[in-house]
């Protein structure tokens, strides 16, 4: 049975203390620490790069679960393994030509490669990574479309989910966007075994009681 993992997403956090913010979550029950890296193209948005992850690891043992929206996933590979990633999360519409080279490179610095698509984006076309020879060790079906935190959850994206856990019984699905106590039922029941969750945790009263549901729901989702 594939692992519960809840990883509060660090871009809903307080960034002028994202130390204290991430052994918050370490201590309310965290399994990783959603890192989302954006550089103003793939996505609009801007966030933190290598720089902020080497500090952090500076203050944390955590996982460090670093998703990636840029456009040459290859050139942070080398930056992030320095910096003290734990996973490497690279989108599959940005990597359709070198995805193999880029696992490769992932693992040689000692990271987890995971794959990510897009709502739009075919679930089949992630199907070829997770069954090639070097394959990726976890697939991120994003909830939402990528870029912004606070986004309405899609459920249609479950049947991406549905898919991958009937095709792959072992493999780490991780769900981001729009997950809380009232999405979490239905990623679970698909299969989704690693949670991001932002809003829902850091806008809590008390984050703890949602990360351990949100890890209850999983584990008797899987149970069933």
């Known amino acids: 049975m594939v692992k519960p993992k809840i990883a509060p997403s660090m871009l ?54 670093c998703h990636l929206m840029v456009t040459n996933p290859l050139d942070y590979v080398e930056p992030l393994g320095k910096a003290g990633a734990s996973g490497f999360t690279f989108h599959v519409e940005a990597s359709k030509d070198n995805w193999r080279e880029l696992v490769q490179q992932i693992k040689s610095k000692g990271m987890k490669p995971g794959v990510s698509l897009k709502p739009g984006t075919p679930i089949e076309e992630v199907y070829p990574l997770i ?62 075994n690693c949670i991001v969750a932002g809003s829902s945790v850091f806008g809590a009263s008390d984050p703890a009681h949602v990360i351990s549901l949100l890890r209850k729901t999983v584990e008797d989702a899987h149970r069933s």
């Open 12 to 65: 809903s956090s307080d960034f002028a203390n994202l130390a204290s913010e991430a052994e918050r979550m370490i201590r309310c029950g965290a399994d990783w620490l959603h890192m989302d890296i954006m550089y103003s193209h793939f996505v609009p948005n801007l966030t933190i790069g290598a720089p902020v992850i080497e500090s952090l690891r500076k203050h944390t043992e955590a996982y460090l679960d």
């Open 131 to 192: 069954e090639d020879e070097n394959p990726v060790e976890m697939v991120l079906v994003m909830t939402v479309e990528p870029g912004f935190g606070g986004q309405k959850f899609m459920p249609e994206m479950m049947d991406k989910v549905r898919a991958l856990r009937k095709k792959y019984p072992s493999l780490d699905i991780e769900v981001d966007g729009g997950l809380g106590p009232s999405t979490i039922d239905l990623a679970a029941s698909a299969g989704a």
